[in-house]
């Protein structure tokens, strides 16, 4: 796993041909356990990094089609898994808990519901105020740019960019790590405005 912009956020990624991207995973380091964001499987060497910052005691997916390697990594490991309420009823996988709109799973990382794109509750969360994660509709195909999931995927593209204009008018963000493409750890809310902006 390499360090992102902050000594206690690593990441990892998996380059994905058929789309031309990189697809990314999160660890979120903290004294009262770990939590993983949409975790693609691990090499034995991020195997072994992960046991050394501590394992993790949560993993949260922000959508069904992120579940990725979450329920391998939560057997080994002895992870709850958090998933988005509104697709409890067809989740691939068990979770232990189902979030909602701005719950706070952790102290300082909080849930919000995106409307209107390829899966009915995908997640956003956001990391102490200032940073985004996100899973499938908001993504950077271009370096220093965001855009959005490609409106035939949408499953309501008017509620899609209403979900994109309430993430845009957080005060507080800076950095925007994306679950699809380049993550933007300068700028990440001005970039987000943009894109708002061009709805």
Same mark, same amino acid.
């Given at each position: 796993?390499?360090?992102?912009?902050?000594?206690?956020?690593?990441?990892?990624?998996?380059?994905? &041909?058929?789309?031309?991207?990189?697809?990314?995973?999160? %660890?979120?380091?903290?004294?009262?356990?770990?939590?993983?964001?949409? &975790?693609? &499987?691990?090499?034995?060497?991020? !195997?072994?990094? #992960?046991?050394? #910052?501590?394992?993790?005691?949560?993993?949260?997916?922000?959508?069904?089609?992120?579940?990725?390697?979450?329920?391998?990594?939560?057997?080994?490991?002895? /992870?709850?898994?958090?998933?988005? /309420?509104?697709?409890?009823?067809?989740?691939?996988?068990?979770? !232990?808990?189902?979030?909602?709109?701005?719950?706070?799973?952790?102290?300082?990382?909080?849930?919000? !519901?995106?409307?209107?794109?390829?899966?009915?509750?995908?997640?956003?969360?956001?990391?102490? !105020?200032?940073?985004?994660?996100?899973?499938?509709?908001?993504?950077?195909?271009?370096?220093?740019?965001?855009?959005?999931?490609?409106?035939?995927? %949408?499953?309501?593209?008017?509620?899609?960019?209403?979900?994109?204009?309430?993430?845009?008018?957080?005060?507080?963000?800076?950095?925007?790590?994306?679950?699809?493409?380049? &993550?933007?750890?300068?700028?990440?809310?001005? /970039?987000?405005?943009? #894109? /708002?902006?061009?709805?």
């Amino acid at each position: 796993m390499k360090q992102l912009h902050r000594k206690d956020l690593f990441g990892w990624s998996e380059f994905n &041909p058929e789309r031309n991207l990189d697809f990314h995973s999160v %660890l979120w380091v903290r004294i009262n356990g770990n939590v993983l964001i949409d &975790p693609l &499987p691990l090499s034995a060497h991020d !195997q072994n990094h #992960l046991r050394q #910052l501590g394992g993790a005691k949560f993993i949260v997916i922000t959508n069904s089609d992120h579940c990725r390697d979450a329920f391998h990594i939560a057997k080994v490991i002895g /992870a709850s898994i958090y998933g988005p /309420a509104r697709e409890q009823e067809s989740f691939p996988i068990t979770c !232990q808990h189902w979030l909602h709109d701005k719950e706070e799973i952790v102290p300082g990382l909080v849930a919000y !519901q995106l409307n209107g794109s390829k899966t009915p509750g995908e997640l956003v969360l956001v990391l102490e !105020q200032n940073t985004l994660i996100t899973g499938d509709l908001i993504r950077s195909h271009i370096g220093g740019e965001l855009c959005l999931l490609p409106e035939t995927k %949408l499953s309501d593209v008017t509620q899609a960019k209403q979900s994109v204009k309430r993430m845009a008018d957080l005060p507080d963000i800076k950095t925007v790590l994306v679950g699809d493409g380049w &993550p933007l750890f300068n700028q990440g809310g001005e /970039a987000l405005k943009d #894109l /708002a902006n061009s709805l």
